[in-house]
């Protein structure tokens, strides 16, 4: 199975403020033949189901703020939010789709 | 308007069973496969177990592995997850998710959870 590891565990940011979150998979999940990266981003907040923010490591979904971007490739990658805003405050998850799917263990952003 | 609603939680002594249910509609569901991800109280995001679109194959975490049966009846337009032998660790909320990466972008939708707690 694929593991992935986020750092940190949590982060506090002021407002208007850069927060980086890294995430790792224990393998590469880059598949040459269509040259993508089966990563996605998801933001969740409380009492809510997880909300879809970026996929292919660096695709942002439709409606989703252009603060937020997406990096990285093979085993390492990075979630930007490129100036903190009060509603993004939440807990962030990592996701690899390449074999079977797999979570990292999350981490909270706070102010 | 794809939605997915989930039924079937609820109180279950350690050593029970339970099933889950999630009525899907808004896309053609037998053509997507579906998967179940669960989240413990206060703890992150679980990836369960998976069907194929004709529900030919079957993918379970190692957590569960044994002891739930994943299925969907296509003409229901419905998704389960059979879960035998629970135990404490096993309570959370339990997510139907449908989530696509077979075309060039991501489809993925979530129910709202259902509560499955597992105590005597």
């Known amino acids: 199975d694929i593991v992935m590891t986020q750092s940190p565990d949590s982060l506090a940011v002021s407002l208007g403020e850069r927060a980086t979150i890294n995430c790792k998979s224990s393998?590469?999940?880059?598949?040459?033949?269509?040259?993508?990266?089966?990563l996605a981003w998801y933001q969740q907040k409380p009492g809510q189901p997880p909300k879809l923010l970026i996929s292919w490591a660096s695709t942002r979904e439709s409606g989703v703020p252009d603060r937020f971007s997406g990096s990285g490739s093979g085993t390492h990658f990075t979630l930007t939010i490129s100036s903190l805003q009060a509603e993004d405050v939440a807990v962030y998850y990592c996701h690899q789709y390449y074999s079977a799917r797999t979570f990292g263990q999350g981490t909270k952003v706070e102010v | 308007e794809v939605q997915l609603l989930e039924s079937g939680g609820g109180l279950v002594q350690p050593g029970g069973s339970l099933r889950l249910s999630c009525v899907a509609s808004?896309?053609?569901?037998?053509?997507?496969?579906m998967s179940w991800v669960r989240q413990a109280p206060g703890k992150g995001l679980e990836w369960v177990s998976g069907?194929?679109?004709?529900?030919?194959?079957?993918y379970y975490a190692d957590s569960v592995k044994g002891r739930s049966t994943i299925s969907r009846d296509n003409s229901r337009s419905t998704l389960f997850l059979q879960m035998n032998s629970l135990r404490a660790e096993d309570t959370a909320i339990y997510y139907c998710n449908y989530f696509d990466s077979s075309g060039s972008g991501v489809l993925d939708y979530w129910g709202q959870g259902v509560l499955v707690t597992v105590s005597s």
């Open positions: 393998q590469s999940i880059f598949y040459n033949p269509n040259n993508k990266n089966y």
């Open positions: 069907i194929g679109g004709s529900g030919d194959i079957t």
């Open positions: 808004g896309f053609t569901f037998s053509s997507y496969a």
